[in-house]
């Protein structure tokens, strides 16, 4: 039970926890542009369900705000890789969509492809992309 726990923890230290000015500016980054996403959304569609407010970026948010010194979070990624990831999506739907297992894999393992040879990986386009199979 004890080296379960010990690899639970990683067996490294934790790193430090971030300051109060910090964890403000991702509380309002993420609020404002989730809020942003979702305006935008109902005024372009006049839609209330939201859906293409996707739980990706919502992944994205924690990313740019709250490890924005990462690489995966730097514009290019997080912009470049939920289109490239998007575009791979809704191919892979409209090409496989009699086989949403073969769609979804493809879509994915596509998508992470692209951003690697772009140079545009961001995390949550593999969400993204299996999302657009999904979503229909």
């Known amino acids: 039970m004890h080296m379960l726990l010990m690899k639970m923890r990683g067996g490294q230290q934790s790193p430090p926890r971030a300051g109060g000015k910090e964890i403000l500016w991702a509380w309002l980054g993420s609020c404002l542009s989730i809020a942003a996403i979702a305006l935008l959304e109902r005024h372009a569609t006049g839609n209330y369900g939201f859906p293409l407010l996707i739980g990706s970026f919502g992944a994205s948010a924690v990313l740019a705000f709250g490890a924005i010194r990462s690489p995966l979070a730097q514009p290019r990624n997080l912009v470049g890789g939920h289109f490239l990831s998007a575009l791979v999506g809704v191919s892979c739907y409209l090409l496989f969509s009699g086989t949403l297992w073969l769609a979804s894999c493809l879509a994915v393992a596509t ?14 386009g593999g969400a993204t992309a ?3 199979v999904t979503g229909g």
Do not use: E, G, Q
């Not at 998508?111 to 949550?124: D, E």
């Open 111 to 124: 998508a992470i492809a692209l951003m690697h040879l772009t140079k545009t990986l961001h995390p949550p």
């Open 130 to 132: 299996l999302i657009a």
